[in-house]
């Protein structure tokens, strides 16, 4: 019955998100432990892939979720990156809702999306020596600036509101980056260094949201 599965996903989705007691809110350990005692219950050795595909079930009916409550575009960039902790989910989704509300959502979108664009085919694993014999005063002080980390343990303890505070003071060093810095230079060696410095900060808020999908509403 495929209808009373995805109203079942739902009551996950809204009893992980909304709870008040202290329990596992990633799906993955409800679905391992699940899949566990199935598979000792009924002898059936289960497929390798069914535990991705219980995941991409449960994402899609997030997606369904928040899509009649919040803007469906911020709903996508949310789950784009990951669904399986539902109140993570909800804090991401309403906390970049309202940061549009109050138009402070653009600005952020602009700088973020220009980082992804002009770094996305650089890994983030190898971060450049700074400083470089002729970095500017607007590299130098990006660097510097680096979260290094600090984005994913404010998730990690819900605090969302905190990464968007950490996006916010942020984002003047990377426009500061644009406008004084040609990160397309002729010289490789600084080219490359220029753009694994901006492929760690992609890196550094990749968790939030895939803000490529989230419309400008000037």
């Given at each position: ?173 990377v426009d500061r980056f644009f406008t004084d810095v040609l990160v397309m230079c002729d010289d ?31």
């Open positions: 019955d495929p209808y009373a599965l995805r109203r079942q996903s739902l009551g996950i989705i809204q009893m992980l998100a909304f709870t008040p007691h202290d329990v596992p809110r990633d799906l993955t350990t409800w679905i391992d432990a699940a899949l566990s005692v199935y598979a000792s219950a009924s002898r059936v050795k289960v497929r390798p892939e069914t535990r991705a595909e219980l995941l991409e079930f449960v994402a899609d009916r997030t997606r369904f979720y928040w899509r009649e409550r919040l803007p469906s575009d911020v709903v996508d960039a949310v789950v784009a990156v990951g669904a399986s902790n539902p109140l993570s989910v909800k804090q991401r989704i309403e906390t970049l809702a309202a940061l549009r509300d109050r138009g402070e959502l653009e600005p952020i979108l602009t700088t973020f999306k220009r980082v992804a664009n002009i770094s996305k085919d650089v890994t983030a694993t190898v971060l450049p020596s700074y400083p470089l014999a002729d970095a500017s005063l607007a590299e130098r002080e990006l660097f510097a600036g680096l979260p290094q980390g600090r984005a994913s343990a404010l998730l990690q303890t819900g605090d969302v509101d905190g990464v968007a505070s950490l996006m916010a003071d942020f984002r003047p060093l490789l060696t600084v080219r490359e260094a220029r753009l694994h410095l901006l492929a760690a900060i992609r890196s550094e808020f990749a968790e939030i949201a895939d803000f490529a999908r989230i419309q400008d509403r000037k």
